[in-house]
């Protein structure tokens, strides 16, 4: 079983955004069983709240189906249950690297190789965010199912 981490700083759009938008991904390809995909946050701002009606409205409009969650914080103790922990942006990624020591296993990683994920919480852009995302979630399925390339977005 593959298990995957997205997070971004509240885990309300974003994250949860791509948790759901992977998860369809796996779906159409019949290899949902293969893996274990959720989403956090790096700031406790947001816990316990659903995610962000914007993001839900949007992920709607494409089809893409999701269901009633909380937002949450990850832990510490979390880094030996996830494969992948792939961040939004490059203030997830450098709160990650903070709180998991470094990274020893070389887990942490971004969405994207060129750019940080558009954050809609500010701009209310949530097409752009998730063309982001469909666009990162493609390129690491593609990766990680192809088993055999080098990863190079830590």
């Known amino acids: 079983m593959i298990k995957i981490l997205f997070v971004c700083h509240g885990n309300i759009c974003r994250s949860p955004m791509a948790e759901y938008i992977f998860k369809d991904l796996i ?5 949902q069983d293969q893996f274990l995909v959720d989403s956090a946050a790096t700031s406790t701002e947001e816990i316990g709240r659903d995610m962000y009606p914007p993001a839900k409205r949007k992920l709607k ?3 893409i189906s999701f269901s009633r969650r909380q937002a949450r914080q990850v832990r ?6 996830w ?8 203030w997830n990624h450098q709160n990650l690297k903070r709180l998991f020591k470094m990274d020893p296993q070389q ?6 190789a060129d750019r940080d994920v558009a954050d809609p919480w500010y701009t ?11 666009q990162g979630c493609r390129e690491w399925l593609e ?5 055999q390339t080098e990863f190079t977005y830590a």
């Open 143 to 147: 990766r990680i199912t192809d088993d």
């Open 76 to 81: 510490f103790d979390e880094y030996g249950k």
């Open 27 to 31: 779906f159409q390809e019949g290899i």
């Open 83 to 90: 494969d992948y922990i792939i961040g939004m942006d490059h």
């Open 124 to 134: 209310d852009d949530f097409e752009t965010a998730y063309q982001d995302i469909v």
């Open 61 to 63: 409009e494409k089809g």
């Open 107 to 112: 887990k942490v990683y971004s969405l994207l």
